[in-house]
């Protein structure tokens, strides 16, 4: 596919999986350029490497490219690729992109509606700090990794395969991790039959000499595996898996537990991650160490190392005694996770400030997202962030509010984006953990409100100075 081509343009070159393969590319020796309707630290960052990006889409971005990659969140009748099919460029959605980037290495692909950004960057930690010198690109910037991609001349390609719109599907790999299935992505699939028709699909593409490594206690899970036609690991804290977790104890920013593979102890486990679910995703990472044949005391110091991903409860402030996280949970199972591990944390009052996330998850999971917000103390809703949806009538915010009202468990409110960090501002006290949830730029406001809040600090002790 790549015979001859010395310039690769990505349509939405600013996407989280879009710069990582570019970035994979300008190490390979590629002319990259790409275009985004905006700037951002990571467009930055690629123009830094020697990337050619412009904002805004125009046909002529495209005037000397070779082949055309672009995301699924690129409409059809965007400019650049009307231009492309003009011209008669070679393009590929992203996804089929990646999958030829990996096709020469042992791929080890991590799928699953929660968890792939962690399980992802766990496993290529393991692999780096055991000297096998991987490639890979995952969903979320690592501090471990300096990024969201990186490139090694070892046999393994870790990729965080995208299930949303089928494209992990185009992957052949050695090693198809399934880290949990859920009613998700209603805008591509009919329902959870189909998903669990494609996750079949996805871990029998797996290589004769490979596996697939599920959690063994995810009921829909359990439903089809059955159907899986490869060799079987599977994870968990029941005794029936091959790998299993016992003797576990969650602290405030980390968790120990031990571990029995084939039913022989292998020992303690420490992770700097919170929660019971990011064990789950370091037994995931910890059963593709073994299988590759890497020793549990090479696998335990290396998991170790891990210190999480960006938006992935990202503790990003302490101020006046208020601890700001960030987290990217936008689905009913992914909040219910982060709101029981940061109540593991102690404090006064546990706020959560959560942007929806499109349109069609609102009007499937508003239920469901109502539900899941029983372990907070307030909840503070703003408007929804549509991704590349065009809106639902009827279907708003308050949706999701007039489902909290209705169970009258948790105090609930609704403020528009605009006036959020005013309100913000008012509402929080010293004492309180706040969490800002969501998949779209909610991460930026939190930002912008801990620069509010320093701000105040910096007025306060300049007044007492005086």
């Avoid at 090694?152 to 395969?161: L, P, Q």
């Avoid at 169970?407 to 609930?412: G, P, Q, S």
Wanted: aromatic share 10%.
């Amino acid at each position: 596919m790549l015979k001859g081509v010395k310039k690769i343009h990505f349509i939405g070159i600013g996407g989280i999986g879009m710069s990582g393969i570019a970035w994979l590319c300008l190490k390979k020796g590629y002319r990259i350029s790409g275009s985004d309707i905006k700037s951002s630290n990571i467009t930055e960052r690629l123009i830094g490497e020697g990337a050619e990006i412009e904002i805004g889409h125009r046909p002529e971005n495209i005037d000397d490219a070779d082949i055309v990659v672009y995301s699924s969140a690129i409409l059809s009748n965007n400019p650049e690729l009307t231009e492309a099919k003009k011209k008669k460029i070679p393009m590929q959605k992203r996804g089929e992109f990646l999958a030829y980037l990996a096709k020469s290495k042992r791929c080890i692909a991590v799928s699953g509606a929660h968890g792939k950004t962690t399980t992802s960057s766990m496993v290529s930690t393991m692999l780096k700090e055991a000297n096998l010198t991987p490639s890979g690109v995952v969903g979320a910037l690592v501090p471990y990794l300096n990024g969201n991609a990186f490139i090694g001349d070892g046999e393994f390609f870790v990729v965080e395969a995208d299930e949303s719109d089928g494209s992990f599907l185009y992957l052949k790999p050695t090693y198809a991790v399934v880290t949990n299935i859920d009613l998700e992505h209603l805008d591509y699939y009919e329902g959870i039959e189909q998903i669990q028709d494609a996750y079949v699909k996805f871990v029998n593409s797996v290589t004769t000499r490979g596996a697939a490594v599920c959690w063994g206690d995810g009921p829909y899970i359990r439903k089809i595996l059955k159907r899986f036609k490869r060799r079987l690991i599977t994870y968990g804290f029941s005794k029936g898996n091959t790998l299993y977790a016992s003797s576990i104890k969650l602290g405030d920013m980390h968790s120990e537990f031990n571990c029995a593979y084939q039913k022989k102890d292998i020992g303690p486990f420490r992770i700097r991650v919170p929660g019971e679910h990011n064990i789950l995703n370091a037994m995931a990472a910890i059963a593709v160490g073994l299988d590759i044949g890497l020793e549990p005391d090479t696998i335990r110091s290396a998991i170790f190392q891990f210190k999480g991903a960006q938006r992935r409860f990202q503790v990003k402030a302490e101020i006046n005694d208020m601890l700001i996280i960030d987290d990217y949970a936008h689905h009913p199972t992914e909040i219910k996770a982060t709101l029981k591990a940061a109540r593991n944390i102690g404090r006064k009052r546990l706020v959560s400030v959560f942007q929806p996330h499109r349109y069609t998850r609102t009007k499937f999971l508003k239920k469901e997202f109502a539900r899941a917000f029983g372990d907070t103390d307030f909840l503070i809703l703003t408007d929804i962030y549509a991704a590349n949806e065009k809106p639902i009538y009827g279907v708003t915010s308050m949706n999701i509010y007039s489902e909290v009202i209705k169970l009258k468990k948790i105090n609930a409110n609704y403020i528009i984006k605009d006036r959020l960090l005013d309100y913000l501002a008012g509402f929080l006290r010293p004492g309180d953990i706040v969490l800002f949830l969501g998949a779209g730029d909610i991460g930026r406001l939190s930002g912008e409100f801990i620069l509010r809040l320093k701000a105040k600090q910096e007025r306060i002790v300049a007044r007492a100075g005086v």
